[in-house]
């Protein structure tokens, strides 16, 4: 990809996001010793990006037959992180959907809400597949490793009635998303060029679920949303700045 294009994909990033990854964050995800953590944990956060979008589909937008479907379309994925058994063919299930999913009644964007989540899905499970290559080709054994403070503490920023819940998930998601890609881009230039190349690789689908959470935060709310997106922009920058003992893709400045 084309430094210039890069820069387009990251200028409304840096808009959106209060502050960029502290540089103690990179000095950490350098070292040596991280590279196993930032692999694993990299590969957990697909595989949660992905279930988090199923979640969403599931609860808002299908019915119980549909539901099943996207189980069991996460299914060896999980099995491999959850249960460890690995069929070593996640590929073959990339389309993993048997049918389209049928929106139920009473849901206005319930088709929107499909159409944008199935294709990030496919797109985390492939993310998810990538890294597990990667790590298998390094001789790094997948082992599971317990999850950072930061999407729990994004989560707390969610208002407890719904639609609002919905809302605010969505604007979470669209966080997640972006810092993901500003992180992405900020650590690649000081990574292996196999690492930097599939880093790189990643901002563009990155970059489009930010914008796809967000246009779907403001459509469903169908209001202005700006107070929701600040507060939880906030929320964000001090979870990424404060010092943070864990290191994760996700994590603080290091303690
Ligand atoms: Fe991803
Ligand atoms: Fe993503």
């Given at each position: 990809m084309l430094r210039q294009e890069i820069n387009t994909l990251l200028t409304p990033i840096h808009g959106f996001l209060h502050c960029q990854t502290p540089d103690s964050w990179i000095d950490a995800a350098i070292q040596p010793d991280n590279q196993s953590i930032l692999l694993r944990d990299h590969a957990n956060c697909e595989l949660k990006a992905s279930q988090t979008a199923m979640w969403l589909i599931r609860k808002y937008a299908v019915d119980a037959a549909s539901g099943e479907q996207l189980l069991a379309w996460a299914k060896p994925y999980e099995d491999f992180v959850?249960?460890?058994?690995?069929?070593?063919?996640?590929h073959a299930r990339?389309?993993?959907?048997?049918a389209p999913l049928t929106p139920k009644a009473g849901f206005a964007h319930g088709q929107a809400l499909i159409d944008k989540m199935v294709r990030l899905i496919k797109e985390e499970f492939h993310h998810f597949e990538q890294v597990i290559e990667i790590m298998d080709a390094r001789g790094i054994p997948y082992q599971p490793l317990e999850a950072g403070r930061y999407a729990k503490g994004l989560m707390?920023?969610?208002?407890?009635?719904e639609p609002a819940t919905l809302i605010d998930k969505l604007i979470i998601g669209a966080y997640i998303e972006a810092r993901s890609c500003e992180r992405f881009a900020k650590v690649a230039p000081h990574l292996d060029d196999e690492l930097q190349k599939f880093y790189i690789s990643l901002l563009r689908s990155e970059a489009r679920h930010y914008q796809d959470y967000l246009t779907l935060a403001e459509t469903i709310a169908g209001e202005d949303i700006r107070d929701r997106i600040q507060t939880i922009g906030e929320r964000e920058a001090e979870l990424i700045q404060a010092p943070d003992s864990q290191f994760r893709f996700h994590s603080g400045a290091p303690a």
């Open positions: 959850y249960r460890r058994i690995r069929d070593g063919i996640f990339k389309n993993g959907l048997s707390r920023a969610a208002r407890t009635h």
